[in-house]
Protein backbone atom coordinates (compact mmCIF):
# COMPACT_ATOMS: atom_id res chain seq x y z
CA UNK A 1 0.00 0.00 0.00
CA UNK A 2 1.48 3.12 -0.72
CA UNK A 3 1.87 5.93 1.90
CA UNK A 4 -0.61 8.88 1.68
CA UNK A 5 2.28 11.59 1.28
CA UNK A 6 3.62 10.18 -1.85
CA UNK A 7 1.01 11.95 -3.77
CA UNK A 8 1.79 15.13 -2.10
CA UNK A 9 5.79 14.26 -2.53
CA UNK A 10 5.36 14.02 -6.21
CA UNK A 11 3.68 17.34 -6.66
CA UNK A 12 6.82 18.74 -4.62
CA UNK A 13 9.20 17.30 -6.81
CA UNK A 14 8.07 18.64 -10.12
CA UNK A 15 8.54 21.82 -8.61
CA UNK A 16 12.56 21.41 -8.38
CA UNK A 17 14.76 21.31 -11.02
CA UNK A 18 15.66 17.46 -11.93
CA UNK A 19 19.11 16.65 -11.01
CA UNK A 20 19.37 14.24 -13.98
CA UNK A 21 18.38 15.83 -17.16
CA UNK A 22 15.05 15.56 -18.64
CA UNK A 23 14.32 17.86 -21.19
CA UNK A 24 10.40 18.70 -21.01
CA UNK A 25 10.98 19.36 -16.87
CA UNK A 26 13.58 21.47 -18.34
CA UNK A 27 11.79 22.84 -20.34
CA UNK A 28 9.00 23.83 -17.77
CA UNK A 29 11.77 25.19 -15.74
CA UNK A 30 12.77 27.60 -18.75
CA UNK A 31 9.36 28.69 -19.28
CA UNK A 32 8.57 29.54 -15.83
CA UNK A 33 11.49 31.44 -15.48
CA UNK A 34 10.02 33.56 -18.86
CA UNK A 35 6.89 33.51 -17.40
CA UNK A 36 8.23 35.52 -14.73
CA UNK A 37 10.04 37.51 -16.25
CA UNK A 38 7.60 38.11 -18.80
CA UNK A 39 4.85 39.59 -15.79
CA UNK A 40 7.72 41.79 -15.00
CA UNK A 41 8.02 43.27 -17.68
CA UNK A 42 4.56 44.10 -18.37
CA UNK A 43 4.86 46.25 -15.23
CA UNK A 44 7.02 48.41 -16.88
CA UNK A 45 6.20 51.68 -18.52
CA UNK A 46 8.08 55.22 -18.93
CA UNK A 47 8.09 55.64 -15.29
CA UNK A 48 11.27 54.54 -13.15
CA UNK A 49 9.00 52.10 -11.12
CA UNK A 50 7.06 48.73 -11.76
CA UNK A 51 3.47 49.43 -11.66
CA UNK A 52 2.35 51.76 -9.05
CA UNK A 53 3.85 52.04 -5.97
CA UNK A 54 0.56 52.22 -3.62
CA UNK A 55 0.88 52.11 0.36
CA UNK A 56 1.97 49.75 2.04
CA UNK A 57 0.06 47.64 4.67
CA UNK A 58 2.09 46.54 7.50
CA UNK A 59 -0.65 45.46 9.48
CA UNK A 60 -2.07 43.55 6.88
CA UNK A 61 1.43 41.52 6.71
CA UNK A 62 1.81 40.20 10.20
CA UNK A 63 -1.49 38.59 10.09
CA UNK A 64 -0.02 35.95 7.41
CA UNK A 65 0.10 32.24 8.10
CA UNK A 66 1.19 29.56 6.18
CA UNK A 67 -1.53 27.84 4.15
CA UNK A 68 -1.97 23.77 4.48
CA UNK A 69 -2.01 22.89 0.93
CA UNK A 70 0.90 22.97 -1.26
CA UNK A 71 0.76 25.78 -4.34
CA UNK A 72 2.08 25.74 -7.45
CA UNK A 73 4.76 27.20 -9.24
CA UNK A 74 2.37 29.33 -11.51
CA UNK A 75 0.62 30.50 -8.59
CA UNK A 76 3.79 31.34 -6.55
CA UNK A 77 5.41 33.06 -9.47
CA UNK A 78 2.58 35.84 -9.80
CA UNK A 79 2.52 36.10 -5.88
CA UNK A 80 6.29 36.69 -5.91
CA UNK A 81 6.02 39.37 -9.49
CA UNK A 82 3.63 40.71 -7.00
CA UNK A 83 6.12 41.92 -4.63
CA UNK A 84 7.77 43.72 -6.93
CA UNK A 85 4.89 46.37 -8.19
CA UNK A 86 6.09 49.60 -6.80
CA UNK A 87 10.14 49.06 -6.92
CA UNK A 88 12.12 51.47 -8.66
CA UNK A 89 13.92 50.71 -11.99
CA UNK A 90 17.30 51.73 -10.89
CA UNK A 91 18.74 51.42 -13.81
CA UNK A 92 16.45 53.89 -15.24
CA UNK A 93 17.77 57.14 -16.61
CA UNK A 94 15.36 59.64 -14.89
CA UNK A 95 16.34 57.27 -11.53
CA UNK A 96 19.36 59.36 -9.89
CA UNK A 97 18.43 58.89 -5.93
CA UNK A 98 21.83 56.86 -4.41
CA UNK A 99 24.56 54.37 -4.99
CA UNK A 100 22.24 51.87 -6.88
CA UNK A 101 22.68 50.07 -9.60
CA UNK A 102 21.23 47.75 -12.45
CA UNK A 103 22.61 44.75 -12.99
CA UNK A 104 24.11 43.84 -16.90
CA UNK A 105 22.24 40.41 -17.87
CA UNK A 106 25.34 37.85 -17.33
CA UNK A 107 25.76 38.72 -13.85
CA UNK A 108 22.12 38.39 -13.49
CA UNK A 109 23.23 34.82 -14.96
CA UNK A 110 25.19 34.49 -12.86
CA UNK A 111 23.28 34.95 -9.82
CA UNK A 112 20.91 32.34 -11.55
CA UNK A 113 23.74 29.74 -12.06
CA UNK A 114 25.05 29.82 -8.27
CA UNK A 115 21.31 29.90 -7.03
CA UNK A 116 20.55 26.96 -9.11
CA UNK A 117 23.29 25.04 -7.54
CA UNK A 118 24.00 26.56 -4.57
CA UNK A 119 27.70 26.08 -3.47
CA UNK A 120 29.11 27.28 -0.26
CA UNK A 121 32.03 28.89 0.02
CA UNK A 122 33.24 27.69 3.39
CA UNK A 123 35.32 24.90 1.42
CA UNK A 124 36.14 23.84 -2.28
CA UNK A 125 34.89 20.65 -1.31
CA UNK A 126 31.06 22.12 -1.44
CA UNK A 127 32.02 24.99 -4.29
CA UNK A 128 34.69 23.32 -6.39
CA UNK A 129 35.38 26.02 -9.36
CA UNK A 130 33.52 28.88 -7.44
CA UNK A 131 36.24 28.50 -4.74
CA UNK A 132 38.69 29.22 -8.01
CA UNK A 133 36.39 32.34 -9.49
CA UNK A 134 36.63 33.49 -5.90
CA UNK A 135 40.37 33.22 -5.90
CA UNK A 136 40.26 34.49 -9.06
CA UNK A 137 38.49 37.79 -8.37
CA UNK A 138 40.66 38.60 -5.60
CA UNK A 139 43.90 38.25 -8.05
CA UNK A 140 42.30 40.20 -10.38
CA UNK A 141 41.42 42.86 -8.28
CA UNK A 142 44.66 42.69 -6.66
CA UNK A 143 46.61 43.46 -9.75
CA UNK A 144 44.12 46.96 -10.51
CA UNK A 145 44.82 48.31 -7.49
CA UNK A 146 48.55 48.03 -7.27
CA UNK A 147 48.68 44.78 -5.15
CA UNK A 148 51.56 41.85 -5.37
CA UNK A 149 48.48 39.01 -6.77
CA UNK A 150 50.70 36.37 -5.36
CA UNK A 151 50.74 37.40 -1.54
CA UNK A 152 46.80 38.90 -1.54
CA UNK A 153 44.33 37.18 -0.70
CA UNK A 154 40.48 37.95 -0.11
CA UNK A 155 36.89 37.21 0.53
CA UNK A 156 33.47 37.85 -0.47
CA UNK A 157 31.45 38.82 2.27
CA UNK A 158 27.91 40.47 3.10
CA UNK A 159 28.71 43.68 2.06
CA UNK A 160 30.63 47.22 2.20
CA UNK A 161 30.34 46.88 6.03
CA UNK A 162 31.49 43.48 6.11
CA UNK A 163 34.52 44.64 4.27
CA UNK A 164 35.04 47.31 6.91
CA UNK A 165 34.38 44.63 9.49
CA UNK A 166 37.36 42.23 8.89
CA UNK A 167 39.49 45.12 8.32
CA UNK A 168 38.96 46.47 11.82
CA UNK A 169 38.57 43.20 13.34
CA UNK A 170 42.06 41.90 11.65
CA UNK A 171 43.67 45.36 12.70
CA UNK A 172 42.45 44.61 16.21
CA UNK A 173 44.28 41.90 16.34
CA UNK A 174 47.31 43.13 15.14
CA UNK A 175 47.25 46.01 17.73
CA UNK A 176 46.13 43.37 20.97
CA UNK A 177 46.94 40.03 20.37
CA UNK A 178 44.90 37.33 21.42
CA UNK A 179 41.66 39.41 21.89
CA UNK A 180 40.12 36.51 18.68
CA UNK A 181 40.73 34.72 21.86
CA UNK A 182 40.68 36.21 25.01
CA UNK A 183 38.27 38.90 24.23
CA UNK A 184 38.87 42.63 24.69
CA UNK A 185 41.51 43.40 27.28
CA UNK A 186 43.38 46.79 26.93
CA UNK A 187 41.78 50.01 25.30
CA UNK A 188 41.85 50.56 21.43
CA UNK A 189 40.63 53.09 19.13
CA UNK A 190 39.09 53.27 15.35
CA UNK A 191 40.22 56.51 13.41
CA UNK A 192 37.81 57.34 10.90
CA UNK A 193 36.58 60.57 9.15
CA UNK A 194 33.13 62.57 9.71
CA UNK A 195 32.51 61.76 6.22
CA UNK A 196 33.52 58.09 6.34
CA UNK A 197 30.46 55.56 6.45
CA UNK A 198 28.42 55.60 9.30
CA UNK A 199 28.23 51.67 9.42
CA UNK A 200 31.55 52.62 11.54
CA UNK A 201 29.62 52.78 14.91
CA UNK A 202 28.59 49.48 13.96
CA UNK A 203 31.75 47.85 13.52
CA UNK A 204 32.75 49.85 17.23
CA UNK A 205 29.78 48.60 18.85
CA UNK A 206 29.57 45.19 17.66
CA UNK A 207 33.20 44.48 18.22
CA UNK A 208 32.99 45.49 21.22
CA UNK A 209 34.55 48.49 21.34
CA UNK A 210 31.79 50.51 21.82
CA UNK A 211 31.09 53.86 19.53
CA UNK A 212 33.15 55.57 22.49
CA UNK A 213 36.13 54.53 20.89
CA UNK A 214 35.49 56.00 17.48
CA UNK A 215 37.54 58.89 16.94
CA UNK A 216 36.53 60.97 14.62
CA UNK A 217 38.97 63.63 12.36
CA UNK A 218 37.79 66.58 10.37
CA UNK A 219 37.52 66.76 7.03
CA UNK A 220 38.65 69.37 4.48
CA UNK A 221 36.24 71.64 2.22
CA UNK A 222 36.62 68.69 -0.71
CA UNK A 223 35.73 65.90 2.70
CA UNK A 224 38.86 64.08 2.46
CA UNK A 225 40.07 64.08 6.07
CA UNK A 226 42.50 66.26 7.19
CA UNK A 227 45.53 64.53 7.61
CA UNK A 228 47.12 66.99 9.89
CA UNK A 229 44.06 66.79 12.56
CA UNK A 230 44.61 62.75 11.70
CA UNK A 231 48.30 62.95 13.22
CA UNK A 232 46.62 65.25 16.23
CA UNK A 233 43.84 62.78 16.89
CA UNK A 234 46.30 59.32 16.76
CA UNK A 235 49.27 60.95 18.61
CA UNK A 236 46.54 62.09 21.67
CA UNK A 237 45.24 58.48 21.77
CA UNK A 238 48.98 56.75 21.47
CA UNK A 239 49.76 59.07 24.85
CA UNK A 240 46.97 58.01 26.67
CA UNK A 241 48.02 54.53 26.04
CA UNK A 242 45.46 53.25 23.90
CA UNK A 243 46.17 50.90 20.86
CA UNK A 244 45.30 52.14 17.50
CA UNK A 245 43.05 48.89 15.94
CA UNK A 246 42.55 50.62 12.87
CA UNK A 247 42.52 53.92 10.59
CA UNK A 248 39.71 53.88 7.99
CA UNK A 249 40.44 55.55 4.89
CA UNK A 250 37.48 56.15 2.58
CA UNK A 251 37.90 56.09 -0.67
CA UNK A 252 34.78 57.46 -2.27
CA UNK A 253 32.27 59.13 0.53
CA UNK A 254 28.90 58.18 0.05
CA UNK A 255 27.09 61.74 -0.20
CA UNK A 256 29.95 63.13 -2.12
CA UNK A 257 32.55 61.17 -3.77
CA UNK A 258 35.07 62.40 -1.33
CA UNK A 259 38.51 60.96 -1.45
CA UNK A 260 41.04 60.38 1.58
CA UNK A 261 44.95 61.13 1.16
CA UNK A 262 45.69 57.95 1.38
CA UNK A 263 49.02 58.43 1.01
CA UNK A 264 49.33 61.27 3.71
CA UNK A 265 47.35 58.96 6.26
CA UNK A 266 49.94 55.77 5.80
CA UNK A 267 52.85 58.38 5.95
CA UNK A 268 51.41 59.60 8.97
CA UNK A 269 51.23 55.82 10.61
CA UNK A 270 54.81 54.98 9.98
CA UNK A 271 55.50 58.34 11.63
CA UNK A 272 54.03 57.67 14.72
CA UNK A 273 55.05 54.23 14.85
CA UNK A 274 58.52 55.06 14.61
CA UNK A 275 58.29 58.11 17.19
CA UNK A 276 56.09 55.99 19.95
CA UNK A 277 58.31 52.52 18.96
CA UNK A 278 55.13 50.52 18.36
CA UNK A 279 55.19 46.70 18.56
CA UNK A 280 52.70 47.11 15.91
CA UNK A 281 52.09 48.59 13.00
CA UNK A 282 48.39 50.42 13.08
CA UNK A 283 46.08 48.57 10.29
CA UNK A 284 45.24 50.67 7.63
CA UNK A 285 41.95 50.32 5.86
CA UNK A 286 40.50 51.79 2.67
CA UNK A 287 37.12 51.59 2.76
CA UNK A 288 37.12 52.01 -1.22
CA UNK A 289 33.78 50.54 -1.77
CA UNK A 290 32.59 52.93 -4.28
CA UNK A 291 35.75 54.58 -5.66
CA UNK A 292 37.91 51.04 -6.30
CA UNK A 293 36.68 51.08 -9.69
CA UNK A 294 38.03 53.95 -10.95
CA UNK A 295 41.16 51.72 -10.84
CA UNK A 296 40.71 51.18 -13.99
CA UNK A 297 41.89 54.75 -15.10
CA UNK A 298 45.45 54.19 -13.59
CA UNK A 299 46.75 53.80 -16.88
CA UNK A 300 44.64 56.06 -18.84
CA UNK A 301 46.44 58.43 -21.19
CA UNK A 302 44.72 61.49 -20.08
CA UNK A 303 46.82 63.72 -22.86
CA UNK A 304 46.15 60.84 -25.87
CA UNK A 305 42.83 60.21 -24.25
CA UNK A 306 41.53 57.40 -27.06
CA UNK A 307 38.15 57.52 -25.41
CA UNK A 308 37.36 61.13 -26.40
CA UNK A 309 36.19 62.89 -23.00
CA UNK A 310 35.79 66.37 -22.50
CA UNK A 311 38.42 68.17 -21.07
CA UNK A 312 36.59 69.10 -17.76
CA UNK A 313 35.52 64.84 -18.03
CA UNK A 314 39.12 64.04 -17.96
CA UNK A 315 40.20 66.54 -14.98
CA UNK A 316 37.28 64.82 -12.93
CA UNK A 317 38.91 61.46 -14.08
CA UNK A 318 42.53 62.84 -13.15
CA UNK A 319 41.43 64.18 -9.84
CA UNK A 320 39.93 61.09 -8.66
CA UNK A 321 42.72 58.73 -10.02
CA UNK A 322 45.03 60.92 -8.22
CA UNK A 323 43.99 59.30 -5.04
CA UNK A 324 42.60 56.41 -5.87
CA UNK A 325 45.98 55.21 -7.46
CA UNK A 326 47.46 55.24 -3.76
CA UNK A 327 45.37 52.11 -2.58
CA UNK A 328 48.01 50.05 -3.21
CA UNK A 329 49.15 51.44 0.06
CA UNK A 330 46.32 50.02 2.05
CA UNK A 331 46.71 46.92 4.33
CA UNK A 332 43.05 46.01 3.58
CA UNK A 333 40.63 47.22 1.24
CA UNK A 334 36.76 46.92 0.47
CA UNK A 335 35.41 46.28 -3.20
CA UNK A 336 31.31 46.69 -3.57
CA UNK A 337 31.08 45.39 -7.43
CA UNK A 338 27.27 46.21 -6.72
CA UNK A 339 27.86 49.64 -6.46
CA UNK A 340 30.46 50.33 -9.68
CA UNK A 341 30.52 47.27 -11.93
CA UNK A 342 26.59 46.90 -12.37
CA UNK A 343 26.14 43.36 -10.67
CA UNK A 344 22.98 42.41 -7.78
CA UNK A 345 23.23 43.06 -4.10
CA UNK A 346 25.27 41.49 -2.47
CA UNK A 347 28.64 41.57 -4.00
CA UNK A 348 31.32 42.78 -1.50
CA UNK A 349 35.01 42.14 -1.64
CA UNK A 350 37.39 41.71 1.14
CA UNK A 351 40.53 42.30 -0.11
CA UNK A 352 43.99 41.70 1.72
CA UNK A 353 47.45 43.08 0.84
CA UNK A 354 48.92 40.14 3.05
CA UNK A 355 46.72 36.97 2.93
CA UNK A 356 48.70 35.38 5.81
CA UNK A 357 47.12 37.87 7.85
CA UNK A 358 43.86 35.86 8.13
CA UNK A 359 45.76 33.78 10.22
CA UNK A 360 45.05 36.38 12.94
CA UNK A 361 41.51 35.34 12.50
CA UNK A 362 41.49 31.39 11.92
CA UNK A 363 40.02 29.07 14.08
CA UNK A 364 41.37 25.61 15.13
CA UNK A 365 40.58 22.45 12.73
CA UNK A 366 39.40 20.49 15.91
CA UNK A 367 36.73 22.98 16.33
CA UNK A 368 35.31 21.79 13.22
CA UNK A 369 35.63 17.88 13.31
CA UNK A 370 32.96 17.11 10.84
CA UNK A 371 34.88 19.73 7.85
CA UNK A 372 38.19 19.95 6.12
CA UNK A 373 38.63 16.33 5.79
CA UNK A 374 40.35 16.69 2.29
CA UNK A 375 40.14 19.76 0.23
CA UNK A 376 43.13 22.73 -0.28
CA UNK A 377 40.64 25.61 -0.07
CA UNK A 378 39.18 26.55 3.54
CA UNK A 379 37.93 29.62 4.39
CA UNK A 380 35.56 28.82 6.54
CA UNK A 381 38.17 28.33 8.96
CA UNK A 382 38.42 32.26 9.25
CA UNK A 383 35.61 33.90 7.71
CA UNK A 384 32.85 35.47 10.01
CA UNK A 385 30.06 33.73 8.08
CA UNK A 386 29.71 29.69 8.17
CA UNK A 387 27.74 29.46 5.27
CA UNK A 388 29.30 31.97 1.95
CA UNK A 389 26.94 32.01 -0.99
CA UNK A 390 28.66 31.70 -4.53
CA UNK A 391 25.91 34.43 -6.22
CA UNK A 392 28.25 37.84 -5.26
CA UNK A 393 30.86 35.65 -6.49
CA UNK A 394 29.85 34.70 -10.27
CA UNK A 395 28.04 37.67 -10.80
CA UNK A 396 31.10 39.85 -9.98
CA UNK A 397 33.25 37.79 -12.12
CA UNK A 398 30.19 37.76 -14.97
CA UNK A 399 30.50 41.93 -14.90
CA UNK A 400 34.34 42.15 -14.83
CA UNK A 401 34.61 39.44 -18.25
CA UNK A 402 31.67 41.45 -19.84
CA UNK A 403 33.17 45.20 -19.38
CA UNK A 404 36.91 44.48 -19.55
CA UNK A 405 38.53 47.74 -18.63
CA UNK A 406 37.72 49.31 -21.81
CA UNK A 407 34.16 48.88 -20.75
CA UNK A 408 34.38 49.99 -17.39
CA UNK A 409 36.13 53.22 -18.58
CA UNK A 410 33.63 54.12 -21.42
CA UNK A 411 31.01 53.64 -18.75
CA UNK A 412 32.33 55.65 -15.94
CA UNK A 413 33.51 57.85 -18.34
CA UNK A 414 30.36 58.54 -19.57
CA UNK A 415 28.83 58.77 -16.36
CA UNK A 416 31.43 61.57 -15.30
CA UNK A 417 31.03 63.46 -18.28
CA UNK A 418 27.04 63.35 -17.30
CA UNK A 419 27.79 64.51 -14.08
CA UNK A 420 29.81 67.46 -15.16
CA UNK A 421 27.66 68.30 -17.68
CA UNK A 422 25.12 68.95 -14.87
CA UNK A 423 26.86 70.88 -12.94
CA UNK A 424 27.86 72.87 -15.79
CA UNK A 425 24.16 73.88 -16.17
CA UNK A 426 23.75 74.11 -11.92
CA UNK A 427 26.78 76.42 -12.07
CA UNK A 428 25.22 78.22 -14.87
CA UNK A 429 22.60 79.55 -13.14
CA UNK A 430 22.06 82.05 -11.06
CA UNK A 431 19.53 80.39 -8.57
CA UNK A 432 21.75 77.09 -7.66
CA UNK A 433 25.52 76.20 -7.03
CA UNK A 434 27.26 73.10 -6.23
CA UNK A 435 28.26 72.13 -3.06
CA UNK A 436 30.73 69.37 -4.09
CA UNK A 437 32.68 71.22 -6.61
CA UNK A 438 35.77 70.04 -5.63
CA UNK A 439 34.88 65.85 -6.02
CA UNK A 440 35.47 63.71 -9.14
CA UNK A 441 32.37 60.88 -9.18
CA UNK A 442 28.77 60.64 -10.60
CA UNK A 443 27.33 62.18 -7.64
CA UNK A 444 26.78 66.08 -7.64
CA UNK A 445 24.64 67.80 -4.47
CA UNK A 446 23.89 71.21 -4.39
CA UNK A 447 21.71 73.47 -3.07
CA UNK A 448 18.76 75.93 -4.56
CA UNK A 449 18.19 79.29 -3.02
CA UNK A 450 15.28 82.17 -3.25
CA UNK A 451 15.99 85.43 -5.29
CA UNK A 452 17.45 87.91 -4.66
CA UNK A 453 20.20 85.59 -3.08
CA UNK A 454 23.74 85.98 -3.97
CA UNK A 455 24.81 82.29 -5.13
CA UNK A 456 28.62 83.73 -5.92
CA UNK A 457 29.14 84.15 -1.85
CA UNK A 458 26.21 82.61 -0.09
CA UNK A 459 27.84 79.07 0.42
CA UNK A 460 30.86 80.80 1.74
CA UNK A 461 29.08 82.93 4.39
CA UNK A 462 26.70 80.28 5.57
CA UNK A 463 29.10 77.66 5.79
CA UNK A 464 32.00 80.01 8.00
CA UNK A 465 29.60 82.35 10.09
CA UNK A 466 27.67 81.86 12.83
CA UNK A 467 25.41 84.90 12.49
CA UNK A 468 23.85 83.39 8.91
CA UNK A 469 22.54 80.38 11.25
CA UNK A 470 19.17 81.36 10.94
CA UNK A 471 19.53 82.04 7.10
CA UNK A 472 20.94 78.74 6.84
CA UNK A 473 18.14 77.19 8.37
CA UNK A 474 15.97 79.41 5.81
CA UNK A 475 17.60 77.95 3.26
CA UNK A 476 17.57 74.32 4.45
CA UNK A 477 13.88 74.50 4.86
CA UNK A 478 13.59 76.07 1.06
CA UNK A 479 15.47 73.24 -0.07
CA UNK A 480 13.78 70.79 1.44
CA UNK A 481 10.46 72.11 0.22
CA UNK A 482 11.99 71.85 -3.34
CA UNK A 483 12.70 67.96 -2.68
CA UNK A 484 9.10 67.57 -1.91
CA UNK A 485 7.87 69.12 -5.10
CA UNK A 486 10.62 67.57 -7.17
CA UNK A 487 9.74 64.17 -5.37
CA UNK A 488 6.00 64.23 -5.77
CA UNK A 489 6.31 65.33 -9.58
CA UNK A 490 8.69 62.20 -9.93
CA UNK A 491 6.71 59.85 -8.42
CA UNK A 492 3.86 60.93 -11.19
CA UNK A 493 6.16 60.86 -13.75
CA UNK A 494 6.86 64.08 -14.65
CA UNK A 495 10.35 64.76 -13.32
CA UNK A 496 13.50 63.06 -12.18
CA UNK A 497 13.73 60.82 -8.79
CA UNK A 498 16.82 62.73 -6.60
CA UNK A 499 17.18 62.53 -3.43
CA UNK A 500 18.13 64.98 -0.29
CA UNK A 501 20.75 64.85 2.51
CA UNK A 502 19.83 65.94 5.31
CA UNK A 503 23.21 66.95 6.52
CA UNK A 504 25.87 67.04 3.23
CA UNK A 505 28.42 68.72 6.29
CA UNK A 506 28.33 70.70 9.10
CA UNK A 507 28.86 74.27 9.33
CA UNK A 508 32.03 75.61 10.91
CA UNK A 509 29.25 76.56 14.18
CA UNK A 510 28.04 73.01 13.89
CA UNK A 511 24.66 73.60 12.03
CA UNK A 512 23.96 70.68 9.08
CA UNK A 513 23.73 71.81 5.60
CA UNK A 514 20.75 70.72 3.54
CA UNK A 515 21.70 69.26 -0.04
CA UNK A 516 19.85 67.96 -3.05
CA UNK A 517 21.84 64.85 -4.65
CA UNK A 518 21.83 63.45 -8.25
CA UNK A 519 23.64 60.23 -8.43
CA UNK A 520 24.19 58.62 -11.56
CA UNK A 521 25.04 55.52 -12.22
CA UNK A 522 22.34 54.42 -14.74
CA UNK A 523 24.25 53.62 -18.39
CA UNK A 524 21.05 55.16 -20.15
CA UNK A 525 22.10 58.74 -18.96
CA UNK A 526 22.17 60.78 -21.47
CA UNK A 527 22.24 64.75 -22.41
CA UNK A 528 18.50 64.88 -22.29
CA UNK A 529 18.04 63.46 -18.92
CA UNK A 530 20.75 66.20 -17.57
CA UNK A 531 18.41 68.65 -19.29
CA UNK A 532 15.55 67.26 -17.70
CA UNK A 533 17.23 67.45 -14.11
CA UNK A 534 17.96 71.19 -14.64
CA UNK A 535 14.61 72.16 -15.73
CA UNK A 536 12.92 70.57 -13.01
CA UNK A 537 14.64 71.97 -10.38
CA UNK A 538 14.10 75.17 -12.15
CA UNK A 539 10.17 74.74 -11.89
CA UNK A 540 10.16 73.72 -8.66
CA UNK A 541 11.89 76.79 -7.63
CA UNK A 542 9.40 78.87 -9.27
CA UNK A 543 6.62 76.91 -7.37
CA UNK A 544 7.93 77.26 -4.41
CA UNK A 545 8.37 80.60 -4.50
CA UNK A 546 5.38 81.08 -5.51
CA UNK A 547 3.68 78.88 -2.82
Not at 40 to 48: A, I
Not at 85 to 98: A, C, K, L, M, S
Not at 195 to 200: E, F, P, T
Not at 362 to 377: H, V, W
Request: aromatic share 8%; charged share 20%; net charge negative.
Amino acid sequence: MTAAYRSTLEQIRLAFPQPVSNPVHDSYFVHSILRALDLVDGMKSKLPILGRAEPLDYAAAVQQQLADAPSSIEKVTAELVGYLEGITVFGHPRWQENVLTQPAIPSLIGVLLSALYNPNLGWDHTSHKVALAELELAALSARLIGYDPAQAGGIFTFGGTGTNLYGVKIGLEKASPGTMQRGLHEPAVVIASDAAHYCRYNLAGWLGLGADALVTVPTLGNNEMDVRQLETQARAALAQGKKIAAIIATLGTTDAFGLDNLGGIVEVRDALVKEFQLPYRPHVHADAVIGWAWSVFNDYDVEANPLGFRRRTLRAIAGATHQVRHLHLADSLGIDFHKSAFTPYISSLFLLKDRKEFDLISRAKEQMPYLYQFGEYRPGMFTLETSRAGVGILAALASLRLFGKLGLQATLGHLVEMAQLLREHLEGHAATTVLNRDNFGTVTIFRVYPPGVDTFTIKQQEFEDPVCRDLLHKHNDYNRRIYQYLHAEAAAGRGVMLSQTDCYRLTSYGAPIVGLKSYMLSPFIDEEHVQAVVDKVLEARERVTSS
